[in-house]
């Protein structure tokens, strides 16, 4: 059985799937040499007509020259612009684009200077042995910088694809231009053979294939005559390399479908060819590449084919790109009305321009101007029948019925799961299709919805990229300041005296007992606060004088009955004192500190229990003497006046009165010190359990001696009162006896 490469030295064809025979239309253009046009009044280059990855390199007002780069750039797939031609450069502005939307783009208008001055890089051209001590790379660099793409519609940077990254087993030279009307491959290499063969030359040289093959279609006979003369006459070698002559048929020109009818293999959905070890290349391409290689000449200008039964000059023109669609059909006699349709590329695959001042750009090789009779008139679309008539002539092996039906919908992603991307465009079923659906149109729409979701998903991606960048680098720099402060902290701290390090110990301190100190404020919130003490201890004193008002009543009461009833008052006086006592010593257990911050502080007990005894003491002094100065008083006044008889004989018992108020003196004096004991008992407790806070303040007992001394006082009085008023008592009752 024989390889691959054997059937294809033996010029083996695989049948081609799909495909359709359109009317040629070829003669209208292919019968008459290359030629010139004169020079337009300006030209427009559009800056970013491979890529966007260009830096203008001039401003309005410079001279340029003729081949002078305009633009720079350092990415792997920047591709230069040039000038076209000599002249001054006059705008730089938003011009209309070569493209079916119109939208305009920045673009350098250029004014000719009509001398056409050529650059001094521009050398005369050299022969394929001056170049042998070029590398490879040199040879790929000189490629790039002369601005070379692909000239047969797709425009790939030349560079790229002329530097795979697998080995190249199988070249193939695409000669096909099967689209009808198009005639600048044919032309060019039947003018420009010799030049073509140098330019193929170099690029074996760079890839080194096993087999190599130049596939031109059978209805050029003229074209496939010269290039076999110019295969013989040039330095490529004679085993392993070919023309092959293929049938007529649309679109077999395409990078796939070619492969296909003449290896039988199949490009897998997504891939390229060079993952199989097969590179195709453009036959007009291989001209532009031994210019820029070998004469260091650069894309400025290139074959257009103009034709259609509008032009009064049908042809193909050496044309400078740049290169106004307007001036063309001034220059070609543009016998059209003004509604007449200006498409660019061919009838199958071009697409319409509605201005006709855009340039002409590196991609354009034919400019159809049809008139009424060779279009076919706009039709009403239909609802599709389900024929099936568009995937029998679908090249790509494609289902175009279902990818009509889900990019109507918009239902983009069911359409590309059913291959959208593989759809060259052909126009295969629009051609064929009985309802006149246009097909292209609708996968167009659905390719470029497809393009900008990606392009939103993949900004949305970056964006989430550089936020979560930023917080990260945020976090860092949040780290590296709270380090650093440690750092600098621990520093200090090692640096820092003995003396330091205590007056920061205190100071921590401090702080801390304040903070405990404000929380425990909050808890005991809810106790008594100084004002209810002050209003409590205020209730007890009155309720002490009202209790010290009412007494005397009662005994006076009492001594109406009986003599002995002064010894009940002075109990009383006793009771009474005793009381207010007590009430002092609430008032005083009120007034102590509640909270944790207050207990603190030490009390003294000492100072608060020698006041209570000493003034216990003096009252109760006082008491006594008042009430036997009183009794004496009685006993004279009882002795002065007359009594009755039974009263006479009965002697006045002044003795035993001394006795009861000396005995109740002191019993108010032991209940005083009893009290006064209780309560120094009490503030020793407190001092006890609370002398652990050494920054405590000593409270004051100042007010509780006050409340002691006014209460004793008080109490004193009540006693004299009563004295006196047993006194007049006694003498009332002797006056009446």
């Known amino acids: 059985m024989l390889t691959l490469l054997e059937q294809i030295d033996k010029g083996t064809l695989w049948r081609a799937i799909g495909g359709i025979h359109p009317p040629e239309q070829k003669v209208l253009s292919n019968t008459t040499n290359i030629a010139s046009l004169p020079m337009a009044d300006e030209y427009v280059i559009p800056l970013p007509q491979v890529g966007d990855n260009a830096t203008l390199a001039v401003s309005v007002g410079d001279y340029v020259t003729k081949g002078e780069v305009l633009t720079s750039g350092s990415h792997f797939g920047y591709l230069p612009v040039h000038a076209p031609t000599s002249g001054h450069i006059i705008h730089i502005e938003q011009r209309p684009s070569n493209h079916a ?3 305009p783009v920045l673009s350098c208008v250029i004014k000719p200077d009509g001398l056409d001055t050529l650059s001094d890089k521009v050398h005369p051209k050299l022969a394929l042995t001056d170049i042998e001590h070029l590398s490879n790379q040199e040879i790929l660099s000189k490629i790039q910088q002369a601005g070379i793409a692909g000239l047969g519609g797709a425009a790939f940077p030349s560079h790229i694809k002329l530097n795979p990254a697998s080995d190249i087993e199988l070249l193939i030279i695409n000669a ?15 003018e420009q053979s010799d030049a073509i063969m140098q330019g193929i030359a170099i690029v074996h040289r760079l890839l080194k294939p096993k087999r190599l093959i130049i596939a031109i279609e059978d209805n050029k006979p003229q074209a496939i005559s010269i290039m076999q003369q110019a295969l013989s006459r040039s330095v490529l070698p004679e085993d392993g390399v070919r023309i092959t002559t293929l049938p007529t048929l649309y679109p077999s020109g395409g990078e796939k479908q070619l492969i296909q009818i003449l290896t039988g293999q199949e490009v897998p959905s997504g891939a390229i060819p060079a993952q199989l070890g097969i590179l195709v290349q453009n036959v007009a391409t291989c001209y532009a590449i031994q210019d820029a290689v070998l004469r260091n000449y650069p894309l400025i200008e290139r074959v257009v084919t103009i034709t259609g039964n509008n032009v009064a000059k049908p042809g193909n023109y050496w044309l400078p790109i740049g290169t106004p669609i307007s001036h063309l059909l001034s220059q070609t ?5 003004d509604t007449d349709k200006v498409i660019i590329g061919g009838p199958m695959m071009g697409y319409a321009l509605y201005n006709d001042s855009a340039p002409t750009l590196k991609g354009t090789n034919c400019i159809l101007l049809p008139d009424a009779n060779e279009m076919a008139p706009e039709q009403k679309e239909l609802p599709c029948i ?4 568009c995937a029998v002539v679908c090249p790509a ?10 990019s109507k919908a918009q239902e983009y992603d069911k359409a590309v799961s059913y291959n959208l991307n593989d759809c060259i465009e052909c126009g295969c079923c629009s051609y064929i299709c009985p309802s006149n659906i246009p097909l292209v149109e609708y996968y167009r729409i659905a390719k470029s919805a497809v393009k900008n979701e990606i392009e939103e998903k993949k900004q949305a991606e970056l964006a989430k990229q550089r936020f979560e960048l930023r917080t990260q680098r945020l976090e860092d720099e949040k780290l590296a300041r709270e380090a650093k402060q440690k750092e600098a902290a621990d520093r200090r701290k090692a640096n820092m005296s003995g003396t330091d390090k205590d007056a920061v110990a205190q100071a921590m301190a401090r702080i801390k007992a304040k903070k405990e100190a404000e929380a425990n404020s909050e808890v005991a919130s809810s106790a008594p606060t100084d004002k209810r003490d002050a209003v409590a201890a205020a ?5 002490a004088k009202k209790a010290a008002q009412t007494s005397p009543e009662k005994l006076e009461a009492s001594t109406t009955q009986d003599p002995v009833d002064d010894k009940k008052a002075k109990v009383a006086a006793a009771v009474v004192r005793a009381k207010a006592k007590k009430a002092a010593l609430k008032t005083a257990d009120a007034t102590l500190p509640e909270n944790d911050s207050e207990a603190t502080e030490s009390i003294p007990d000492a100072p608060v229990a020698q006041i209570d005894d000493k003034k216990a003491k003096i009252a109760a002094a006082v008491a006594r ?3 036997k100065k009183a009794a004496h008083k009685a006993v004279d006044t009882s002795a002065i006046e007359p009594q009755s008889d039974t009263e006479t004989s009965k002697p006045v018992p002044d003795t035993p009165v001394a006795e009861v108020d000396d005995k109740k003196a002191k019993i108010a004096a032991a209940v005083a010190k009893a009290k006064a004991k209780k309560a120094a008992l009490k503030a020793a407790d407190a001092t006890e359990v609370q002398n652990h806070a050494a920054t405590s303040e000593p409270a004051t007992d100042a007010p509780i001696a006050e409340v002691d001394d006014k209460k004793a006082k008080i109490a004193a009085a009540v006693a004299k009162a009563k004295a006196n008023k047993l006194a007049k008592q006694a003498k009332l009752d002797n006056g009446k006896d």
């Open 386 to 389: 389900r024929c099936g008539e």
């Open 539 to 543: 209730v007890a004193r009155a309720k």
């Open 176 to 190: 096909i231009e099967c689209e009808p009307y198009i005639t600048s491959d044919d032309m060019i290499m039947r």
């Open 333 to 337: 006699n543009f016998k059209g009305l």
């Open 625 to 627: 003497a008042k009430a």
């Open 101 to 103: 939307s119109g939208l």
């Open 397 to 406: 092996q494609l289902l175009p019925q279902q990818l009509f039906w889900h």
